[in-house]
């Protein structure tokens, strides 16, 4: 059933923390498995992990006490009592395969973080876009307000060289992935959703099998519980409608004029990159929200991140919003690279169409103020989403002045038959304005084209979820070398 996941139950009880005996992670060195492992590191749990490749993640992970090991083997979970895997992990993985052969219980990874929050107030942050910033910019705002919370990310904090910590207080802030329906486990006490827009329609089929999973992770929350919700989205917007009237208390946020919390006066310092914006509080004071972060979606993501700080969880707002003016960012969310010779890399992990959207506008914006032009190597991520959304892509990516499409990143997908960069393109060339568009290269050729078309002034951004953010390191090498 699309919408649905086949091979675990979301919605059932979770096991407690001191159920699991030893823990085995396979693929333990992904950004979502890696956040859970650290956090069952620090609980105290006997935790081994294997991977196809070693990487820093895991000498970090061996350094804070996991068994690590390169490659997939059967005996690698011998003696272990549960196995942790994503969505990813298919049925025909040797080890998975042994630990059920073994009957060892088998969880995922969203179910084996539920199991070390069973004591926590979770807050979980969903959406289609901007859920990893957000959910970092509410943990830092909860550790300026002395909250000390836990966290788990899917991307690393950039001041914190982490994308997940066990802290000494009782909030909890997960990052809450739809992609697969795994977001339906927490049951927090505050839960944002950023947007409800049509995306990973390779799981769920539709946009009505998309809303009805919002509904349900609404639902989820628990007793007394807060919904966060932007007023500026009109999915997100229906979810808070219907939640309201189903009796959970609901708190917008937005620009829209009725949203609880109205963002106005929204303001870019000289350079683009810090902004400014009035927070007008329905039937209550007014507070100014200073960001290092460029973009009104990021303003957007930090006034959600307030509301469920004060309004959720009782903090200060005045360090609440010292917190959030001094949040530097995630890890590959539109992350500064270098400048050379008075040119920008910035790299975004931005894969569907609205995020491509919105980090590409606020890059021409930045560009634009700078006097200079905006250079984007894209990577598609997934065939079905390129193929579903291609149009969307071309329109997001419209206001830059040259484009290179890389070929298309295919993740857990096999090619498919017809299904290119191209189709992106085409839309693309076709679109008002004057840019350059061109399809695949190496990243070796396609960082000195770069690097030979790009002039002071000019911002390189380098944008997907694949192996695309190695690309900026080569256009970096390229420019110090021409």
């Not at 990487?55 to 996991?66: I, N």
């Not at 892509?393 to 290179?404: E, Q, Y």
């Amino acid at each position: 059933m699309q919408g649905r996941n086949a091979r675990f139950d979301f919605t059932s009880e979770v096991p407690g923390l001191e159920t699991l005996g030893r823990v085995h992670f396979i693929a333990i060195g992904g950004s979502g498995m890696s956040a859970v492992a650290r956090i069952m590191l620090a609980r105290g749990v006997v935790v081994s992990g294997s991977d196809a490749k070693d990487s820093a993640v895991l000498e970090t992970l061996r350094g804070l006490g996991a068994t690590i090991t390169v490659g997939h083997d059967p005996a690698h979970v011998e003696g272990v009592d549960t196995v942790v895997i994503s969505s990813a992990i298919p049925e025909t993985n040797v080890e998975l395969a042994a630990a059920r052969v073994a009957g060892c219980l088998v969880l995922h990874r969203s179910q084996g973080l539920a199991a070390t929050m069973k004591d926590a107030r979770p807050a979980a942050v969903a959406g289609a876009n901007g859920k990893t910033t957000t959910t970092s910019m509410l943990t830092v705002a909860l550790q300026a307000a002395g909250l000390d919370p836990s966290f788990a990310s899917g991307g690393e904090l950039a001041g914190q060289g982490t994308n997940a910590a066990w802290g000494s207080g009782d909030v909890f802030v997960v990052e809450a992935d739809e992609s697969d329906g795994s977001f339906l486990v927490y049951r927090p006490e505050v839960a944002i959703v950023t947007n409800v827009q049509p995306d990973h329609l390779d799981f769920y089929g539709t946009f009505d099998n998309v809303e009805a999973a919002y509904a349900e992770f609404a639902e989820s929350l628990r007793s007394g519980g807060l919904l966060v919700a932007c007023a500026d989205d009109a999915g997100s917007e229906r979810l808070a409608a219907r939640a309201s009237a189903a009796g959970t208390r609901v708190l917008t946020y937005g620009f829209d004029a009725t949203a609880d919390l109205r963002l106005a006066d929204h303001r870019a310092d000289d350079e683009g990159i810090g902004t400014t914006t009035v927070l007008h509080r329905s039937g209550g004071d007014s507070v100014t929200l200073r960001l290092a972060t460029p973009g009104s979606h990021n303003a957007l993501n930090a006034a959600a991140a307030y509301l469920a700080a004060t309004e959720g969880f009782g903090a200060h707002s005045t360090r609440v919003l010292d917190g959030l003016a001094e949040f530097d960012g995630a890890r590959r969310r539109f992350e500064i690279r270098g400048d050379v010779a008075g040119v920008t890399v910035v790299d975004d992990y931005a894969h569907n169409a609205g995020k491509v959207a919105a980090v590409v506008a606020t890059a021409a914006e930045i560009a634009g103020r700078r006097g200079g032009r905006l250079l984007v190597a894209f990577q598609p991520h997934l065939y079905s989403r390129t193929r579903d959304f291609a149009g969307g892509f071309a329109a997001g990516l419209a206001p830059a002045d040259t484009v290179v499409l890389l070929d298309i990143y295919g993740a857990r997908e096999q090619p498919a038959e017809g299904i290119t960069s191209e189709l992106i393109a085409a839309p693309l060339r076709e679109l008002p304005g004057e840019r350059s568009v061109t399809v695949g290269g190496s990243f070796e050729s396609i960082a000195a084209d770069l690097a030979a078309e790009a002039q002071p002034g000019d911002l390189v951004l380098t944008v997907g979820a694949g192996d695309v953010t190695a690309l900026a390191s080569h256009v970096l090498r390229a420019l110090e070398e021409r």
